[in-house]
Every structure is written in structure tokens, then in C-alpha cells.
């Protein structure tokens, strides 16, 4: 079965603090997704990575930075948290291609900055 | 840019009624695929149905189907025969055919099963 594992469910942090957010899939999947939550806002691609080492900021970079290193894990950084990234964030990956295939996405990460 | 509008934050069913969610999309490319996805509450979000654009028979899924019509922008979903475990969010959503499979979603509508 297709497996995309986040970190954490829940996790606290300060403002200020770097943050980060682990996601490993199991699928041998070139193309991974980190997209944010929001009530009313649907989901919102923050970064993607289509490669090891591959980066491309999404709709709302600000704030995160990404690291790839391996071809199953992408990590989701928030160099210096701050309030308005209290939010719900979701890891999806993907095989590549022009295909109708869809994103296999992580449970979430529930993070809220105090 | 692609954008994707779910104009229904909230709906609510009768139990084995039929409901309708209703999505609009805003693109100048011919070619694309479409996704419904569901959210539980337990919050995984898995694929619905998909439907790809240089289709015209609309894409079924047992009690899923959608009704898409590409000159309207319109991609609906239907579920007949509503179960207490289709109570979820509902996310409709747009990947181009260009650059990498991005998903460009809309705002969600929470679908509500009433016994």
C-alpha cells in the first residue's frame, strides 16, 4: 500500500523557533508536494521538489525553505516561526509524468505557534 | 494562473439521499485533469475521482460521478446514495498537463450526512 508518513500529528513550537516538518513516502516517487491548510482557503502549495536536490517555490514560499537530500524525504522549514504559520500542513508525493495519476498525501501536521 | 472555486462551504444530506458539490474552474488550457478529493475526519485526504479533460464521458466511481462540462468550466460531483462515512471535506482540484503535477485546489466544502 502507498504510504506517505509525516512526523508529527501535533506539534507546538515558539515563535521564533525553527521548525521542522519531515515527511518520507515509501512509493519511489519523484515529485513531492508540501502544501499548508487553511479553514476557507482550501490547500495552498508552499514548495515541490521533483527531484533529489530539486526545489521550486509553490503559491506561498515565504517564510519555509525545503530540503531534499534523499529521494524519499522532504522536509518542510520554517527558519523562524511565527504566528500566521499556525496552520495544518500536508506532504503529498507523486510519480511523474504527464499521467492522470494522483498525489498520495500524509495524515497532516496539526503546528501551532505561541 | 489556474484558479478553482468551490462556492458551497457547507452542505448537508439525508442518509442514502443524493447530493450535488458544485466546483468551477478558471483556465486557458485545453488539456487537464480534474480531481475530487475527500478529506475524513481522521484528515488523509484520498482521490475521489478524477477526470481528464479531453474526455467527454464523465468519469463514475460506484456511487460517485461527476458531471463535467468543459465549455461551462463546471465540474460537479454527485454521490448517490449518501453514507454516513461520506461525511468529510470535499476538495476539488486542477493539475495542469504543463511543468510539474501541481495541484491547484479549491476552498472546500464540508459535506454533512444526516441519519
Known amino acids: 500500500d502507498v504510504k506517505v508518513t509525516q512526523s508529527s500529528r501535533y506539534l507546538v513550537k515558539r515563535t521564533g523557533e525553527k521548525v521542522f516538518l519531515e515527511c518520507v513516502q515509501d512509493?519511489?516517487?519523484?515529485?513531492m508536494f508540501w502544501y499548508r491548510q487553511d479553514p476557507g482557503l482550501g490547500l495552498r502549495l508552499i514548495y515541490f521538489s521533483y527531484d533529489v536536490k530539486m526545489k521550486e517555490k509553490g503559491d506561498i514560499p515565504e517564510g519555509y525553505s525545503v530540503s531534499r537530500e534523499k529521494k524519499e524525504r522532504f522536509s518542510l522549514i520554517l527558519e523562524s516561526a511565527s504566528t500566521n504559520q499556525t496552520s495544518m500542513y500536508l506532504c503529498?508525493?507523486?510519480?511523474?509524468?504527464?499521467?492522470?495519476?494522483?498525489?498520495?498525501f500524509g495524515d497532516g501536521t496539526r503546528l501551532s505557534i505561541l | 494562473a489556474q484558479t478553482v472555486t468551490q462556492s458551497q462551504p457547507e452542505m448537508s444530506v439525508q442518509e442514502a439521499e443524493t447530493v450535488t458539490l458544485s466546483c468551477t474552474y478558471d483556465?486557458?488550457?485545453?488539456?487537464?485533469?480534474l480531481f475530487w478529493y475527500k478529506q475524513p475526519p481522521s484528515r488523509q485526504m484520498i482521490l475521489v475521482i478524477r477526470q481528464e479533460a479531453y474526455k467527454q464521458q464523465n468519469a463514475t466511481e460506484n456511487r460517485f460521478s461527476v458531471n463535467f462540462q468543459k465549455a461551462a468550466k463546471s465540474f460537479s460531483l454527485k454521490i448517490s446514495d449518501s453514507q454516513l462515512g461520506d461525511a468529510a471535506m470535499y476538495f476539488c482540484a486542477y493539475r495542469s498537463l504543463q511543468g510539474a503535477q501541481k495541484l491547484v485546489f479549491g476552498q472546500g466544502t464540508r459535506l454533512t450526512i444526516n441519519p
Open positions: 503529498a508525493s507523486s510519480s511523474p509524468g504527464n499521467s492522470n495519476q494522483p498525489q498520495h
Open positions: 512509493m519511489d516517487h519523484e515529485n
Open positions: 483556465t486557458s488550457e485545453s488539456d487537464y485533469y
